[in-house]
């Protein structure tokens, strides 16, 4: 199955500013999917990347605070824009590798301060 | 819309005994159901599977049987190890085009020697 390398792993960002989270993956996927996991809560899916389109948001969740890149099958980038304590989490990148496979990141724990 | 409903955690074994964890789930059609297990600083790792009723995913020990007329697929393990301790979560993709994943919160299992 595809294998997703996630960075960084943890960042601590002052609020008002901006953290660009990575992730690359071995193989070509279609679909790329970027979650939020506060402490302690599950999984909440903040936008869906195709390649060569924009990114579909789910609700509560815009483009200007998350802008989402997805240049080719392989990359993909999610920016947490003039961030403030409340997004202080984790963010995971996911991959639908097959019809039924999906691989994740490594995530990366954001604190803000 | 869709939904998963898992039960709440956490869950405290000593080693050797056996684990449930219940996970419900509403969907319309046939969803495929997964869980999911999340190691202490980790992503999220596929644990099993099943994509039809009356399938039975397994893997590492763990079985979970996907049951349509309780709408249900609930984990089980026989004997579970010091090593098991992780957060497990029931997960579905819904029928019908959307490759979008649903999960449930999320339970904590802490396995004492």
């Known amino acids: 199955s595809a294998v997703i390398s996630q960075k960084p792993s943890r960042d601590i960002c002052q609020r008002g500013t901006s953290l660009t989270i990575q992730c690359q993956v071995d193989?070509?996927?279609?679909?790329m999917f970027w979650y939020r996991q506060q402490p302690g809560q599950s999984l909440t899916l903040i936008a869906t990347a195709n390649q060569g389109s924009e990114a579909t948001y789910e609700s509560g969740f815009v483009i200007d605070k998350f802008p989402i890149s997805r240049p080719n099958l392989t990359f993909s980038t999610l920016t947490v824009s003039n961030m403030s304590p409340e997004d202080s989490s984790i963010y995971l990148c996911?991959?639908?590798?097959?019809?039924?496979?999906?691989?994740f990141g490594s995530g990366t724990r954001l604190t803000v301060v | 819309g869709n939904s998963v409903t898992q039960m709440e955690g956490p869950v405290t074994l000593s080693e050797e005994a056996f684990l449930t964890i219940n996970c419900t789930y509403t969907a319309t059609g046939y969803p495929s159901l997964f869980w999911y297990v999340q190691y202490p600083g980790e992503g999220l790792q596929l644990l099993l599977k099943a994509t039809k009723a009356d399938d039975k995913g397994s893997n590492k020990g763990f079985e979970a049987t996907y049951r349509k007329e309780t709408t249900s697929f609930h984990l089980e393990k026989g004997s579970v190890q010091v090593s098991d301790s992780a957060v497990y979560f029931c997960?579905?993709?819904?029928?019908?085009?959307?490759?979008?994943?649903?999960f449930g919160k999320g339970t904590k299992l802490t396995v004492n020697p």
């Open positions: 997960a579905l993709r819904g029928e019908g085009g959307s490759e979008k994943l649903v």
């Open positions: 193989s070509q996927v279609t679909m």
């Open positions: 996911s991959a639908a590798a097959s019809l039924y496979g999906y691989t």
